[in-house]
């Protein structure tokens, strides 16, 4: 069964409903709340650990990432992620990315000369960046490959963090195992993208499942990402908001009237987010204080 769970920044059981998400796990409805502490955005009730690897069978994967246009477009992404940021271009070393999925950005940054490591829940995901790739790929959680103390030079988790239920335990493992100098590379969902609340807006009025529910736990902008950092002992270098790495955004058809005046609508969603740097993910890079 769904469990009540606290603010994973500041701990709080004080919320403000936003939306009814219109959906339930054993008939226990889930809730959009918000932290009237520190602002964070999560689902409340959220699915226990067995409901949560329920949702990430070998189908979910298939669909979402076995294509060979995803695996390009998402080349191409990481591809651009490395030329523009120089934390990925200025030294070589070793790089271990958490919930490596079908291991594209794994395969990007082998490309870049980096020493890769991945770890992938999935069974289905991680073989096939072994036998597939060549990739070494640690099949479960961080927490259970039990990797050596400062081993990595950089650790990045791309669209990971909204789906644990452990911020706090997963951060700590990340300082442990990064070096010295060592950074922190995340991509996260932004809560505060127009194109999000757009999507949130027509959800409500139509009362229609949201996107990604119960797959994502929180919903982060940019100050509560910096928050959560702050409170893990993770001194933020850089933050700004990002293009989705996410071809759906861009291959969208018409048909009919409603789905000509939504197309239209997340065009004007996705210019504005791009103009007010409010794009639809939120990227950010961090080194451990101590």
């Known amino acids: 069964m769904p469990e009540s769970v606290t603010c994973q920044i500041c701990g709080s059981t004080e919320t403000r409903l936003i939306q009814d998400t219109h959906v339930s796990l054993n008939s226990t409805a889930i809730e959009l709340v918000k932290c009237v502490q520190c602002g964070l955005v999560y689902l409340n009730p959220q699915p226990v650990d067995e409901e949560i690897r329920q949702l990430y069978s070998d189908d979910y994967f298939i669909q979402w990432y076995s294509s060979e246009e995803k695996r390009e477009f998402s080349k191409k992404f990481f591809h651009t992620l490395f030329a523009h940021n120089q934390l990925m271009t200025n030294g070589r070393g070793r790089l271990l990315d958490v919930g490596c999925g079908m291991g594209f950005f794994l395969e990007v940054a082998r490309e870049w000369s980096w020493d890769v490591k991945?770890?992938?829940?999935?069974?289905?995901?991680?073989?096939?960046?072994?036998e597939k790739m060549g990739l070494d790929v640690h099949t479960g959680t961080l927490e259970s490959?039990?990797?050596?103390?400062?081993?990595?030079?950089?650790?990045?988790a791309f669209d990971v963090l909204e789906h644990l239920t452990d911020l706090p335990g997963f951060l700590s493992s990340v300082r442990r195992i990064l070096k010295k100098d060592g950074r922190f590379l995340v991509i996260v969902p932004n809560y505060d993208s127009p194109v999000f609340q757009l999507d949130r807006i027509i959800c409500g009025l139509k009362k229609a499942p949201m996107p990604n529910i119960p797959e994502h736990l929180t919903y982060f902008r940019s100050d509560t990402l910096e928050k959560l950092f702050q409170t893990n002992e993770l001194r933020v270098e850089m933050l700004t908001t990002t293009g989705a790495n996410d071809e759906g955004a861009y291959l969208r058809v018409g048909g009919g009237v409603m789905a000509a005046v939504r197309s239209l609508l997340n065009n004007i969603s996705y210019k504005y987010g791009n103009v007010a740097n409010r794009k639809e993910s939120i990227l950010a890079v961090a080194r451990k204080v101590n």
């Open 118 to 130: 991945g770890v992938e829940i999935s069974p289905y995901a991680s073989e096939h960046c072994r």
């Open 145 to 156: 490959a039990e990797y050596e103390s400062g081993e990595f030079d950089v650790i990045t």
